[in-house]
């Protein structure tokens, strides 16, 4: 009809359809990213997978073995046969007794008896040490930060039956008697393999047995002046005596603790309470809320698919020697703490994930005190037969025809010299410099005679 007017368009429904339109790209545009980043991410993790990596906490676990094979059950029956007071069980568990009674108020005599009371035990323990494997029964299916009690029981009782096997080795050595000694020497080495075996939650006990050891076996050498057939037998022994296997094994099975975060923070906070209270993770206020909110979803797989990347690239510099590997190591470091603020479990644990270059340290510097006890005995053999040490240990060397450990943190020999009647090795250590033996920074061994 002429003159009619045409219908007014309404403001708010225009503005709600092109509201609609908006949160639609917005939706769409979010579950692309997330598809996306979902992607990547699996793709990253399927490399750590094919690397050797188990995909959750639960496959941390050692596999079940058959009971006749199983050490764990013989070193059950040795804690059983103890025979010690209180005070002792203390002592015993202690690291100051462990490297031998020099080092705290026990005598030979106190230390003869208490081996004179757990025989029993010294021979479930040596019946133990020769069993190719072990395993841990226990729920794995719990958090990683909540130490199944099996491993304390193991971590604190082992302990105990390595300090008593390291104690008889000393004193066999001490009263001649030395092969005896070397064969109880050998079982101390087995034990800490067996323990390391474990994976990650057991390496730092492996660590800690194989450190006394070797420390009760210096202390042992300073005291006694074994023959050449027992510091050959002993040589041998710790050359075979690689942890090698344990840590690479514990580097794997360290990963899936770190990416437990971030599978809680996406399925299992109420199950684990990882952001309450208690958590390490400061994660209240709006700043948690936005992390863990849809929104958020996006930054922590973004956060993780970059935490997957410097997992891989730490895992390509776990078979490298440390001297080669530092930097990368450092580099990695400083790539963590250029992580955005609002990477909330990267600012708080990514620093932990280079953790795998502590493991690295830990390994060498295990490393360069079995091989220094090496050459420790090569000079004590080459002492034996000539009277004296030798004025270098190229001499050492040539006479014996050894073939003597290098020092892992230089790539060459250890440092050498003589001191009185006794000598001197030294390594480089961890910071990759020659102190001359004269720093806190280098890994020192005096041997008084």
Known sequence: MAGSRAPRSNPLLFAGKIGLVVLLVVVVVYLVLLSELRSSLQWHLNRLYAAGVPRSWAEVAPPPVPDKDNAALIYEQAIKQFNLSRAERHKISSSRWGAWWSASNASPADVQDILNR???????????????????????????????????????????????????????????????????????????EQVGSGGFPLWPTSVEMRTMMLATLQRTLVRTEPDPQTCRALFEKLSQADLRAAYRKAVVTSIPMTLWWFDAAEHDRAQ??????????????????????PVGRLIRLREEVGFVEVLQESLSLMDRPYRDSAAGYAALRRRLKRAPSYYLVTRELGLGIVHQ?????????????????????????????????????????????????????????????????????????????????????????????
């Open 272 to 293: 684990f309470g990882v952001f309450g209270g208690h958590s390490r993770l400061r994660l209240s206020g709006w700043p948690g809320k936005l992390y863990l909110s």
């Open 118 to 192: 757990n025989r029993q035990a010294l021979v479930l323990i040596r019946k133990a040490a020769d069993k190719p494997r072990f395993h841990l029964a226990g729920d794995w299916n719990v958090t990683p930060y909540k130490v199944p009690s099996i491993i304390n029981w193991f971590a604190y009782d082992a302990s105990r039956c390595a300090a008593l096997l390291r104690a008889d080795a000393a004193r066999l050595s001490e009263q001649g008697r030395d092969a005896q000694a070397a064969d109880s020497w050998g079982r101390c080495i087995r034990i800490s």
């Open 357 to 449: 270059e502590s493991l690295a340290r830990e390994y060498e510097r295990i490393k360069a005190a079995q091989r220094a006890m090496q050459v420790a005995l090569a000079l004590k053999a080459y002492r034996a037969e000539q009277g004296a040490y030798p004025v270098s240990l190229d001499a050492a060397r040539g006479y014996l025809k050894w073939k003597l450990p290098e020092d892992p943190f230089s790539g060459k020999d250890f440092g050498y010299r003589r001191k009185g009647a006794g000598f001197v090795l030294y390594s480089w250590g961890e910071d990759l410099r020659d102190d001359g033996g004269k720093s806190d920074r280098d890994m020192v061994w005096e041997f008084t005679r």
